[in-house]
Nanobody
Framework: QVSLVESGGGLVQAGDSLRLSCAASGRTVSSSVVGWFRQAPGKEREFVAA????????NFADSVKGRFTISRDSAKNTVYLQMNSLKPEDTAVYYCAASRVYRIDYSYTRPNEYNYWGQGTQVTVSS
C-alpha cells in the first residue's frame, strides 16, 4: 500500500507560479509511475503530467507543456509539479497518483492506470 499526500496548492494570480508536492509513504514507488491529474468543477479528471520514477522520463498534457515541469526527489520520496505562467483555466483540484508497477502497454495518461491516489490540493488562479 502507498499513501500519497499532496501539498502546495493555493490562490494565485494569472502569470504566477506554484509548486505542488506529492509525498509518498509505505510501499516503495521506485518501480512506479507517479502522475498528476486535475479536476475542475463539472469536468472529468484530466491528465497533467507523469514521471517514471526509475528513469525520470516524463510526459505532459499539451495544455501544460512548456509551463509545467515534474521532478522527483528519491531521498524524500517526493514528486514535485512546478507550475509556471499559471492561467485561470488551470484552476482545479490537483491529485497525485501512483501505479503499483510499470506496464509498457500503459500510457499513464488515464486515471484507471493508477492504483493509489492522494486526497487532492486546490489550485485557484484568478485573472
Amino acid at each position: 500500500q502507498v499513501s500519497l499526500v499532496e501539498s502546495g496548492g493555493g490562490l494565485v494570480q494569472a502569470g504566477d507560479s506554484l509548486r505542488l508536492s506529492c509525498a509518498a509513504s509505505g510501499r516503495t514507488v521506485s518501480s512506479s509511475v507517479v502522475g498528476w491529474f486535475r479536476q475542475a468543477p463539472g469536468k472529468e479528471r484530466e491528465f497533467v503530467a507523469a514521471i517514471r520514477w526509475s528513469l525520470g522520463s516524463t510526459n505532459f498534457a499539451d495544455s501544460v507543456k512548456g509551463r509545467f515541469t515534474i521532478s522527483r526527489d528519491s531521498a524524500k520520496n517526493t514528486v514535485y509539479l512546478q507550475m509556471n505562467s499559471l492561467k485561470p483555466e488551470d484552476t482545479a483540484v490537483y491529485y497525485c497518483a501512483a501505479s503499483r508497477v510499470y506496464r509498457i502497454d500503459y500510457s499513464y495518461t488515464r486515471p484507471n492506470e493508477y492504483n493509489y491516489w492522494g486526497q487532492g490540493t486546490q489550485v485557484t488562479v484568478s485573472s
